[in-house]
């Protein structure tokens, strides 16, 4: 993400905004690829010390771990590219995730059409719905400070919650498709390939959907420039406009995306999406605001500990070990902690750039403003005798 | 005429409700109007102060136990002890949580302040409600002792005696903010929220008052969580939603000006009012639907106000130096 | 022995190094100046002497303590003051409010102390407002002390910055660019009281761009440069320093 894309005056969204950047596999390339294999294999031995120590449930929730990770990384996604670019941490994320759910349960329960119908309109819904979002609400916002759009977000999801439960009913209801059964590989693992195997590979079509984008698109270019420093980007030709848009469109409709899927591991009711909420913001944070593949590594991170944790936490339960009552819904406070830790000890998280402390930094941040908008300006004269 | 103290009783209940929420919107104000930390987990000190004063208050009760197996998980304490009492421990257990939470995140922007303390807010509900046979979990904590019993019951006198000491404690709130806020404390606060880096850089320990002010403000959110469950006179861990605990409070904060404390009041009396008439009006309707509306009235106010009228519809009272 | 000691200061900010190894001492009662062309980073040292910004490397010293690394306000108690080149008036307090803020030891600034002290603390602030009331009327403000800030002129911003300053009883004070955009009556009497304040006992660190109010009022020059010090001595001696000359032209 080091890379300026500000050099290139074909950058400028329009017609050509998907123009494509040639693949290399440099030297660079290899040795991430060799680093990931590396982390790959401890992990492999690490769940595998555990699973000899603890038992095969380990692996039971290593499984369930995977998959809501890769559930909470399509969401993550969606939440820092827009916390990336408009400044803000979208508190109406988890409602609009359910809004996904429940479009794609009306197609799919009363129009009776394909599940895969229902993700789709629930897609295209969804980028309506946030470019709506952006024009009524967050345009006026803009410059405001972080604290007027995360109001106004808490009065969209409030709105969105409220209507759903207006609309539709409380109950929970179920999606309309047969993904197979639970089938057992060995006594206390068990998997449904069709049900397991189309999470997973949503979730891994979807990051190589944004990875592509972000890489090698002018689009995804543009929007990485926007989210990095706005006013240069506007110095150089980028129509912001256009690309905050785009972003929002995009975020929305990874929102869609992972409602849906979590509606089909568990159920679709008003209040799923908001339960994870706090889950999808400790993914982010953990990986750094703004960052797409810091999303990836936080999901990752967030969605393993918060399922692996569980054997853990049973054992603990144990009227002779620490007798806590119903210990293993204690689960999803592990996330939180990582989050508080994060917070605490490295704000930017993984992959992030932007400091998060306030009274020493302030002046640092006013400094680096005046830096930026010094860049700005030297590099709009730039601009102005490369043209002129 | 027993219709007449009848309406009088539901409109006392009424300004008893409200009561709860303008001393609740009164301790958001410190931290946000006059400090500028946006608390998104307003809902988390409200349970704390409620639960201790339940537990301090209410008479035994330990779990129903059938062959065995846990039924009724009851709740722990059960002391019994006086309002009084419970009420200063709600404000000392909620002024310390409080403070605990400030101490690591009154440093971070104000985004991740808002997180912070919203996932604060969540994850107490949760372990209240699943650490069962500590607080009752979803059951709640039932039982709990009216300020003044009547012999034979008479709701309107009971009423009337909520109704003053609620008042009373709004005013000993709204006097105890007054005169800090004028206090040489209270100045080195308002030059916080003027501007934080001059006023460090004046010899003052920002962070400090910061978190003193965080603190009395979530002391007092104890304090409205004590009063609240003398109102309402159960405990339903269900009412420490963020829907209902702590969204509603902004709105009451902006409706009513930051750094305003009558105003935050009428805010307080104004958006409950709004509960109120939609809970009469579900007795017509017969819908829970207007439950739902009136929330979405609330997401829409939040929106309108953020945009077109920030700083509430009564300004910030200008001070003089005496 | 120096009051004020930097030793091989460095910060960067980004891949910029505003300030590099810079190292430079100032005698105690003494009226010093800092000069230097745009960027060589003195406000960015200042700021670092303050506390406000963390060094990269190198050392600190002011009166025997180290202080890089403390914040802001405990330097401050320890007895440096800084103030700013864009005067920081807190806006909506007025100018007494804003002098009575400054001061150290105000019992009323411990919440506790307003319950458990109220007399000691209604004391402090009768005893600290007359104290600013003088304060006031060594800088000429007296006659706005219960105006808002923000409604005070840029040069009476100023001298506001400094009454500021005093009230926190400093041993040395920090200027950054005390009389740019004052009127040259109003420079002249500032720079008068300043004087009066040495021999008083204070000592004075100043950055200016203003070359008179240099020549004629500082004891010592320091010149600093691409963020280190090329330069120091007596006004005179400094003024005709080539590399001191180069600089400044060759930007």
């Not at chain 3, 009389?179 to 300043?194: F, K």
Request: charged residues 15%; proline residues 5%; positive net charge.
């Amino acid at each position: 993400m080091a890379d300026s894309p500000a050099t290139e005056s074909s950058v400028a969204a329009g017609p050509h905004a998907l123009r494509w950047r040639p693949f290399h596999l440099t030297a660079a390339l290899r040795r991430r690829i060799l680093r990931a294999l590396i982390v790959v294999v401890i992990f492999v031995a690490f769940v595998g010390g555990l699973t000899a120590a603890f038992g095969i449930s380990i692996l039971q929730y290593t499984l369930y771990g995977f998959r809501t990770s890769a559930i909470v990384i399509v969401a993550a996604i969606g939440l820092t590219l827009i916390y990336g670019i408009r400044g803000f941490a979208n508190f109406a994320y988890g409602d609009l995730m359910t809004l996904g759910a429940y479009v794609a349960l009306f197609v799919n329960v009363n129009a009776q059409l394909s599940i895969i119908w229902g993700a789709i309109t629930s897609f295209f819904v969804l980028v309506l719905v946030g470019i709506v979002l952006e024009i009524l609400i967050f345009s006026r916002l803009e410059g405001r400070g972080p604290v007027a759009p995360i109001v106004a977000s808490v009065g969209v999801g409030l709105i969105i919650q409220n209507g759903i439960y207006v609309v539709a009913e409380a109950q929970p209801r179920l999606f309309s498709v047969s993904l197979g059964q639970e089938v057992q590989i060995v006594p206390g693992l068990g998997i449904s390939w069709l049900r397991d195997g189309v999470i997973l590979g949503v979730g891994l079509g979807f990051m190589l959907v944004i990875h592509t984008l972000l890489t090698y698109t002018n689009l995804g270019k543009a929007m990485r420039a926007t989210a990095d420093n706005l006013e240069l980007a506007k110095a150089t030709g980028i129509d912001t406009k256009r690309v905050t848009y785009a972003t929002w469109a995009l975020s929305c409709g990874f929102a869609s995306i992972a409602g849906v899927l979590l509606g089909i591991i568990s159920d679709v009711q008003p209040l799923r999406g908001v339960t994870s909420l706090l889950l999808i913001f400790a993914a982010v944070i953990v990986g750094g605001i703004g960052s797409a593949y810091g999303a990836m590594l936080g999901g990752l991170v967030v969605g393993l500990s918060q399922e692996m944790v569980v054997p853990l936490l049973v054992w603990l339960g144990r009227p002779d070990v620490l007798g806590i009552p119903h210990a293993d819904a204690y689960n999803v406070a592990v996330p939180f902690l990582i989050l508080i830790l994060v917070l605490l000890f490295r704000p930017s998280g993984i992959a992030g750039r932007q400091a998060a402390i306030v009274p020493r930094g302030v002046l640092a941040g006013a400094i680096a403003k005046a830096r930026a908008a010094r860049r700005t300006r030297l590099a709009a004269i730039d601009a102005g005798r490369k043209s002129g | 005429m027993a219709i007449d103290t009848g309406i009088l009783t539901n409109v006392a209940l009424f300004a008893s409700f409200s009561i709860v929420y303008a001393v609740l919107a009164i301790g958001f104000n410190l931290q946000w109007g006059y400090t500028g930390l946006f608390n998104a987990g307003i809902a988390g000190f409200f349970l704390i102060g409620a639960y201790t004063a339940a537990i301090i208050t209410t008479p035994p009760d330990p779990p129903t136990v059938l062959g065995g197996v846990v039924i009724v998980p009851g709740h722990w304490g059960g002391l019994s002890w006086p309002f009084v009492v419970g009420a200063s421990f709600a404000m000392i257990f909620s002024g310390l949580a409080a403070a605990l939470i400030a101490i690591p995140t009154l440093r971070l922007r104000a985004d991740y302040l808002a997180i912070a303390t919203l996932a604060f807010a969540e994850i107490i509900r949760r372990v209240t409600i699943n650490f069962d046979t500590f607080t009752g979990g979803t059951n709640g904590i039932t039982r709990i002792p009216r300020l003044i019993t009547y012999e034979p019951p008479d709701p309107f006198a009971g009423g009337m005696v909520l109704l003053g000491v609620g008042a009373l404690v709004l005013l000993a709130v709204f006097l105890l903010l007054h005169f800090t806020l004028e206090s040489p404390w209270g100045r080195v606060l308002r030059a916080i929220r003027e501007d934080e880096v001059a006023t460090m850089a004046l010899g003052k320990n920002t962070l400090l008052s910061k978190i003193q002010a965080f603190a009395l403000g979530g002391a007092i959110m104890g304090l409205a969580g004590a009063l609240f469950i003398e109102t309402k006179s159960y405990l339903d861990p269900q009412d420490f939603a963020p829907a209902l605990a702590t969204f509603p409070i902004w709105v009451m904060v902006i409706v009513g000006g930051a750094a305003n404390n009558r105003g935050v009041i009428i805010g307080a009396f104004l958006i409950y009012g709004m509960e109120y008439v939609s809970v009469l009006l579900k007795d017509y309707v017969a819908s829970n639907a207007i439950y739902y509306v009136r929330l979405m009235i609330i997401g829409a106010l939040l929106i309108i106000l953020i945009i077109y009228r920030p700083q509430g519809l009564l300004p910030e009272r200008r001070r003089v130096l005496k | 022995m120096a009051i004020l000691e930097v030793q091989a200061v460095e910060k960067s900010f980004g891949g910029i190094r505003a300030v590099d190894r810079c190292s430079l001492s100032v005698e105690p009662q003494s009226i010093t100046g800092l000069i230097g062309p745009n960027g060589a980073g003195k406000s960015t040292l200042f700021n670092l002497i303050a506390g406000l910004y963390r060094p990269d490397g190198g050392e600190i010293w002011f009166a025997d303590r180290r202080i890089d690394g403390l914040p802001p306000y405990a330097i401050v108690q320890l007895g440096l003051t800084k103030t700013w080149q864009i005067p920081h008036e807190l806006k909506k307090l007025t100018v007494l409010e804003n002098l009575v803020l400054a001061a150290k030891g105000h019992h009323g600034d411990h919440f506790v102390n307003l319950f458990l002290h109220p007399f000691l603390v209604r004391e402090d602030e009768k005893r600290l407002r007359k104290q600013a009331q003088s304060i006031l009327a060594l800088t000429q403000l007296e006659a706005l002390a219960h105006d808002e800030a923000a409604s005070l002129s840029g040069g009476q911003k100023k001298l506001l910055e400094l009454a500021r300053a005093l009230m926190t009883d400093p041993a040395i004070v920090l200027l950054d660019e005390p009389v740019a955009g004052v009127n040259p009556t109003l420079a002249s009497g500032l720079m008068d009281l300043i004087e009066q304040l040495r021999k008083q006992g204070r000592t004075f660190f100043l950055i200016e761009h203003d070359m008179n109010v240099v020549m004629k009022r500082c004891d010592t020059v320091i010149v600093m440069h691409q963020g280190r010090k090329i330069a120091e001595g007596p006004p005179e001696t400094v003024r005709k320093d080539p590399v001191v000359i180069d600089s400044y032209l060759g930007g």
